[in-house]
């Protein structure tokens, strides 16, 4: 039997949580960006944070 058993560990773990609120507005663009893209709600936030940064250069 492998001594290795259950989940593998991520490479880089997203173990950080945020709560956020959101208005209706900003809750239905999100849903409709995601569902266009085919992404998470979280990984939608980490694109326009990369994008933030990105925009500081």
Known sequence: MSPRTG???AENP???RYSIRLDAETEK???EYC???EI???EAIRQGIRMLM???K
Do not use: F, S
């Open 29 to 31: 663009k999100l849903q």
């Open 54 to 56: 990105n925009a500081e």
């Open 35 to 37: 569902k266009k893209h």
């Open 14 to 16: 997203k173990d950080v």
């Open 40 to 42: 998470t709600k979280g």
């Open 7 to 9: 989940r593998p560990k």
